[in-house]
């Protein structure tokens, strides 16, 4: 079952009165001695005003979206250049790591550039940064992908869209790492990416006196890492600020989630040869195990404020390219229903929808890693 959770808050709104002293809504028709007596010519121009607030209201709304959006679409210019043709090979495909086997400096430089996503202006919304538009992506119109054929598709767009926000927003030289979490299934709240001086941080000490922050659920604000003490926006649609929040289920092995992250179990997801029981099973299995894991904001759909996420992904994303490479005739199958709850089937000619962020594009040009879109390899 889909782990990721959703929660409602209620809102009230207040509404300014109209102007005090006639039941119609406008001022009293009383005047002083040499004004206008003319009932009508007051209302006339009452609602000029009117009409004239709204007008530049809504013009200036339309303005500002406009360019918010040609701000997003001028972050990923060349992610999305037509040079890069999604038809065509790349000459010197990029490799993409397990975190464990970067150097210190190789991960520190990964992180800081994470940080620096922060202190970028957001290409959706005023007053936010660009670390907060991959959240807000993910929970506004990621959902459609989950249990639907374009799961990995959408997915190995989005991080290449982070992977892209990296380097040309924040002057990063590598590639996006994946964490092979079947190394750990048997120690997971040990494995490397949770170290605090060389990795994602880990959570609070559970013994931790409670926190006067807002956290998700009842799990703790992350107090220890680079990312110890982050405060994020997004809580399923409104800006609710909040501490990045995670909550190991305990302080020992965690047998249910690591079973279903066993060499063993990938290995059988990677002998199925029809692509809608692969990534069903991938995504019922690995995928949901990791977020119910690790808890917090990774367990609801604005999982991407953990970067721990974009790892997680990287490597859901690996594994469907050994299966693309263990089944070389299935490389462009593509199965399944259109998006979530559709009746209608998938087809490689489906666009990838990316909210104005990034254009959408056809399946057919992710299928690929090494297009002159993507560029890389595992």
Same mark, same amino acid.
């Given at each position: 079952?889909?782990?990721?959770?959703?929660?409602?808050?209620? %809102?009230?709104?207040?509404?300014?009165?109209?102007?005090?002293? %006639?039941?119609?809504?406008? /001022?009293?028709? @009383?005047?002083?001695?040499?004004?206008?007596?003319?009932?009508?010519?007051?209302?006339? =121009?009452?609602?000029?005003?009117?009409?004239?607030?709204?007008?530049?209201?809504?013009?200036?709304?339309?303005?500002?979206?406009?360019?918010?959006? !040609?701000?997003?679409?001028?972050?990923?210019?060349?992610?999305?250049?037509?040079?890069?043709?999604?038809?065509?090979?790349?000459?010197?495909?990029?490799?993409? !790591? /397990?975190? !464990?086997?970067?150097?210190?400096?190789? @991960? *520190?430089?990964?992180?800081?550039?994470?940080?620096?996503?922060?202190?970028?202006?957001?290409?959706?919304?005023?007053?936010?940064?660009? +670390?907060?538009?991959?959240?807000?992506?993910?929970?506004?119109?990621?959902? +459609?992908?989950?249990?639907?054929?374009?799961?990995?598709?959408?997915?190995?767009?989005?991080?290449?869209?982070?992977?892209?926000?990296?380097?040309?927003?924040?002057?990063?030289?590598?590639?996006?790492? +994946?964490?092979?979490?079947?190394?750990?299934?048997?120690?997971?709240?040990?494995?490397?990416?949770?170290?605090?001086?060389?990795?994602?941080?880990?959570?609070? *000490?559970?013994?931790?006196?409670?926190?006067?922050?807002?956290?998700?659920?009842?799990?703790? =604000?992350?107090?220890?890492?680079?990312?110890?003490? &982050?405060e994020v926006h997004w809580f399923g649609k409104e800006d609710f600020p909040h501490c990045l929040s995670r909550g190991f289920r305990d302080g020992s092995p965690m047998p249910e989630m690591g079973y279903l992250i066993r060499p063993e179990a990938i /290995?059988?997801?990677?002998?199925?040869?029809? +692509?809608? @029981?692969?990534?069903?099973?991938?995504?019922?299995?690995?995928?949901?195990?990791?977020?119910s894991a690790i808890g917090g904001d990774f367990s609801y759909t604005i999982a991407p404020y953990d970067p721990l996420f974009f790892l997680h992904h990287t490597q859901l994303d690996r594994t469907w390219w050994r299966w693309q490479q263990l089944h070389? %005739?299935?490389?462009?199958?593509?199965?399944?229903?259109?998006?979530?709850? %559709?009746?209608?089937?998938?087809? &490689?000619?489906? $666009?990838?929808?990316?909210?104005?962020?990034?254009?959408? $594009?056809?399946?057919?040009?992710?299928?690929n890693t090494e297009s002159g879109l993507l560029c890389y390899r595992y």
């Amino acid at each position: 079952m889909w782990p990721f959770k959703s929660q409602q808050r209620s %809102s009230e709104c207040v509404y300014l009165p109209l102007v005090d002293g %006639s039941e119609n809504g406008f /001022e009293s028709d @009383k005047l002083e001695d040499g004004q206008s007596s003319d009932p009508y010519s007051r209302r006339y =121009c009452t609602a000029i005003v009117y009409f004239s607030i709204v007008t530049i209201t809504l013009a200036t709304g339309f303005i500002a979206g406009f360019f918010m959006e !040609r701000r997003g679409m001028l972050y990923f210019t060349e992610a999305i250049s037509s040079t890069h043709s999604s038809h065509t090979l790349c000459h010197n495909p990029d490799t993409r !790591r /397990e975190w !464990r086997s970067l150097g210190l400096d190789q @991960k *520190h430089e990964y992180l800081e550039a994470v940080q620096c996503l922060r202190h970028i202006p957001s290409a959706l919304n005023p007053n936010m940064s660009l +670390y907060d538009d991959f959240p807000y992506l993910h929970n506004t119109i990621g959902d +459609y992908a989950h249990m639907a054929a374009p799961f990995l598709a959408w997915h190995r767009y989005f991080i290449h869209l982070y992977e892209r926000a990296l380097k040309e927003q924040c002057g990063y030289s590598g590639t996006l790492a +994946y964490w092979d979490w079947s190394l750990d299934w048997e120690t997971m709240p040990y494995a490397p990416v949770f170290s605090a001086e060389h990795g994602f941080g880990g959570d609070s *000490h559970p013994n931790r006196a409670p926190s006067q922050d807002f956290i998700i659920g009842e799990d703790r =604000c992350v107090d220890n890492g680079p990312f110890a003490g &982050l405060e994020v926006h997004w809580f399923g649609k409104e800006d609710f600020p909040h501490c990045l929040s995670r909550g190991f289920r305990d302080g020992s092995p965690m047998p249910e989630m690591g079973y279903l992250i066993r060499p063993e179990a990938i /290995e059988n997801l990677l002998r199925e040869t029809d +692509y809608e @029981k692969f990534f069903l099973g991938l995504e019922e299995g690995p995928h949901n195990a990791i977020p119910s894991a690790i808890g917090g904001d990774f367990s609801y759909t604005i999982a991407p404020y953990d970067p721990l996420f974009f790892l997680h992904h990287t490597q859901l994303d690996r594994t469907w390219w050994r299966w693309q490479q263990l089944h070389p %005739s299935h490389q462009m199958q593509y199965l399944g229903a259109a998006k979530h709850h %559709s009746n209608e089937s998938a087809s &490689l000619d489906d $666009i990838l929808p990316m909210g104005g962020f990034a254009p959408g $594009i056809m399946v057919k040009e992710i299928m690929n890693t090494e297009s002159g879109l993507l560029c890389y390899r595992y």
